[in-house]
């Protein structure tokens, strides 16, 4: 059942074992964690997966630091 035809599968998994969904822009990621944080007082952060090539969720502050939602990309 592939989510995300247009884009690469990748290994990522959550802690549940569950393949990460990947996000097809970081808008998109974004929009996501501004849905969860407003539903569930969760604050998640999106990181670009290049394998995937798209965005994921984590929830991991302390692996990834916490300096916002977005990565330091010029450019984008
Ligand atoms: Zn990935």
Not at 11 to 23: A, F, H, L, Q
Not at 33 to 44: F, K, Q
């Amino acid at each position: 059942m592939p989510l995300n035809p247009h884009h690469r599968s990748c290994d990522c998994v959550k802690r549940s074992g569950e393949p990460k969904r990947t996000y097809v822009t970081q808008a998109e990621a974004e929009a996501t964690i501004e849905y969860i944080r407003s539903r569930r007082g969760v604050a998640l952060r999106a990181y670009y997966c290049e394998v995937a090539r798209g965005w994921h969720l984590t929830s991991d502050v302390a692996r990834f630091g916490y300096g916002g939602t977005s990565q330091r990309r010029s450019g984008w």
